[in-house]
């Protein structure tokens, strides 16, 4: 504290504030070194304790909830001090404290500057000029660089909370898919992650600057106080709003446009996570949630490089801005303060005031020495009196943040429960609740097994039960046993293969599964990426995968063969064109893009849920028959009558309280049954022509009527 109550005598005050303009800059020097380094730690998630559940009584405000809920996000943020967040945090403290003996130094500089004025001193009024344009790079440097560094410290903060929420939301586990489909405790996902997160961190990082610095101002200003008071008072400088206004505008980058590409940018990152959650049960079945984890880094990475650019042009243009408005302004006052000492003529004056002080030299040090005193503690008191006001709004800020700190609490502790596989439901034992499940799940059997497995639609709630759609089903699917589901509408046949790709819970029972390497599903809703043509095909596997399974463009060329789309490349314009293909392709065409998907990846099983029902009946037998030849095993859920000779059994799903029937295609009883249906459906056409003259006869009566 020595440092500020010292009488600023000589040099020494300008020695000391350019020591710690180059202290302060070789701190942002060391910072931009170890920023690169710090990137690579910013990837690695560290392991934390799961965090708890909010209670349902808990008030979102300022309370021991909003500290708990902060502190515990606090070890995402700074996990330990040297990371690149906690490196910022320091470098940002450096550069408050150095603004405000910038503050001290400069009230003191105005009070000499008028005191040479008051007592007509023009050779240390000019000095006194040139020591006020001296301060003015560092001070503006030092405000230019605190809003650099609280944006940085923003957007680091940000980063690694996404990137920890990435890596949770699109863990192994389908923590995505659980959160949308079987869990209502967060609604919005996308809004959490894109909006929610980034005005929390804007506003703590904010908040850090809005209540260090003030609190740090009033202490100093305070005891600088202690020894004198004072005003200061500042003369308008309207001749030169003009110039400053043509200045500004000549000079200022088009904002509008960066603003513009931002908002591009964060709505396409918001759009990569709306398609996770239009399309999360195709992904899930896939299994491609590593893509999709991929492109939703490769869509935030695009918006922060864009932020930082914008960041960089915003450090030499709010130097300017500073340095025009604040510092040039005053310049320009305190120039037109000294016409009448210096040049009375031009303003119309032979200054009594100098023929006093030429006659009495003591009296005009001593009012210049009063004046200089009044002018530097009426800067003080003004900063003082700003201080006060910031952290009485601050209290709105802390407010605000503790609504954004409730959600993103929210939303970690949603997130750390579903990838724990703990649901919402009844705390007391219910059958088919999510919380209690009993089931067992097997990977790594030669076939597909249930035994004695209920297939139940889960409900999310806090009291809410599973729909029981198939009573404890028993079946085995060895390898080239070929099987047919089929059945009415909504009696659980899609919930078969959600329940084998482990979407849904195996709630009794137990059901046994080869390796996800060994299995593939092609769900009812077509799936195309981001990406290029290739990628379509090789889904969820990349163009490395790829080359590391030893494939080429031209295994490729004869899988689209397979398929009959073998046109697709060369209408495209080759494997790297990049489109918007759920918009370029038919239905069918979609729909064996997902079969060519199955022949590359060449599973032993492959579960097809209704995926070939807008392709013609010609190629969709060549596809099945292409599928059985190279040895995969196929569950098919369909409608069509014309899949039955592809399989060798079939399940009926009757949806009578969850009934089922199983059958060998070929069988004499099945044979029975075939005919049986066609009897029936002959007895029928018989009455066609009965039925035919009845409707004449009621139109005939009908017209009557009319």
Request: glycine share 6%; charged share 25%; with cysteine.
């Amino acid at each position: 504290m020595q440092l500020f109550s010292k009488p600023m005598t000589g040099h020494s005050w300008h020695k000391k504030t350019l020591a710690c303009v180059v202290a302060g800059g070789i701190a942002a020097a060391v910072y931009q070194q170890r920023a690169a380094k710090a990137k690579a730690e910013a990837k690695a998630t560290p392991p934390l304790p799961l965090f708890t559940m909010p209670t349902s009584t808990a008030k979102v405000g300022v309370n021991r909830e909003f500290v708990r809920q902060l502190r515990e996000i606090a070890t995402l943020l700074l996990p330990h001090w040297r990371t690149k967040e906690a490196f910022l945090l320091v470098l940002h403290s450096v550069f408050l404290i150095l603004r405000t003996y910038l503050s001290v130094v400069v009230a003191r500089l105005d009070g000499r500057i008028v005191r040479d004025l008051v007592n007509g001193d023009k050779q240390e009024f000019l000095k006194g000029l040139g020591y006020w344009f001296a301060i003015a790079i560092p001070a503006t440097y030092t405000n230019s660089m605190i809003r650099y560094l609280q944006s940085k410290l923003s957007i680091g903060f940000r980063t690694r909370l996404t990137r920890y929420v990435h890596d949770l939301y699109l863990d192994p586990q389908r923590t995505y898919y659980r959160a949308l489909h079987l869990d209502h405790r967060i609604q919005g996902t996308d809004q959490y992650i894109t909006t929610d997160m980034a005005k929390f961190c804007e506003t703590l990082a904010s908040l850090y600057s809005n209540l260090a610095k003030p609190m740090l101002d009033t202490l100093i200003f305070n005891y600088q106080l202690v020894k004198s008071i004072g005003m200061l008072g500042t003369l308008g400088l309207t001749v030169n709003y003009f110039v400053t206004a043509r200045l500004l505008r000549a000079l200022t980058p088009s904002f509008g446009k960066l603003a513009a590409i931002e908002a591009k940018l964060e709505g396409d990152f918001r759009a990569a996570h709306t398609r996770l959650i239009t399309n999360a049960e195709e992904i899930a079945f896939y299994n491609g949630a590593s893509l999709e984890h991929s492109i939703l880094d490769r869509a935030y990475t695009k918006l922060v490089k864009h932020i930082n650019t914008v960041y960089k042009i915003r450090i030499s243009y709010n130097m300017f801005e500073d340095f025009l408005i604040k510092y040039a302004w005053s310049a320009f006052g305190l120039g037109l303060c000294s016409i009448p000492v210096f040049l009375p003529e031009i303003a119309g004056q032979r200054s009594i005031d100098a023929a006093s002080a030429a006659k009495d030299a003591d009296e005009n040090t001593k009012v210049g020495s009063h004046t200089r005193g009044f002018i530097t503690n009426k800067r003080l008191l003004i900063s003082l009196a700003d201080a006060g006001g910031r952290m009485m709004y601050s209290y709105k800020e802390l407010a605000e943040l503790a609504g954004y700190t409730s959600r993103v609490y929210s939303l970690l502790s949603v997130l750390h429960a579903l990838h724990a596989s703990e649901y919402e439901g009844p705390h007391e034992k219910r059958r088919f609740a999510l919380t209690h499940v009993y089931g067992k799940e097997t990977v790594g059997f030669d076939g597909i097994r249930f035994d004695k497995v209920p297939i139940v639609a889960p409900a999310a709630g806090p009291e809410a039960v599973g729909e029981l759609l198939v009573k404890e089903l028993s079946l085995e699917i060895c390898p080239g046993e070929h099987l047919l589901i089929t059945g009415p509408n909504g009696v659980g046949k899609t919930a078969v293969a959600r329940i084998i790709a482990s979407l849904w819970p195996v709630f009794e029972g137990e059901v046994s599964k080869p390796s996800k390497e060994d299995i593939f599903y092609i769900p009812q809703r077509p799936y195309l990426s981001l990406g290029t043509l290739r990628d379509q095909l090789i889904y969820p596997h990349t163009l490395q995968d790829m080359k590391q399974s030893g494939r080429t463009d031209k295994d490729l060329e004869k899988i689209l063969d397979a398929v009959h789309l073998s046109y697709i490349p060369s209408r495209e314009g080759g494997w790297e064109t990049e489109k918007e293909w759920k918009d370029v392709f038919s239905g069918g065409e979609k729909q064996r893009i997902s079969m060519a998907r199955l022949f590359y990846h060449h599973p032993k099983y492959a579960v097809l849920d209704e995926c070939t029902s807008a392709v013609s009946a010609d190629v969709e037998g060549l596809m099945y028959a292409h599928a059985k030849d190279i040895g995969i095993t196929l569950l098919t859920i369909s409608h069509r009558p014309s899949l039955l000779k592809y399989h060798k059994r079939f399940l009926t799903l009757t949806g009578n309280e969850g009934e089922w029937k199983m059958e060998t295609i070929g069988t004499q009883e099945q044979k029975q049954s075939i005919g049986k249906e066609m009897q029936t459906l002959e007895a029928k056409l018989e009455q066609v022509e009965t039925l035919k003259a009845r409707l004449l006869a009621i139109e005939s009566e009908l017209s009557l009527k009319a």
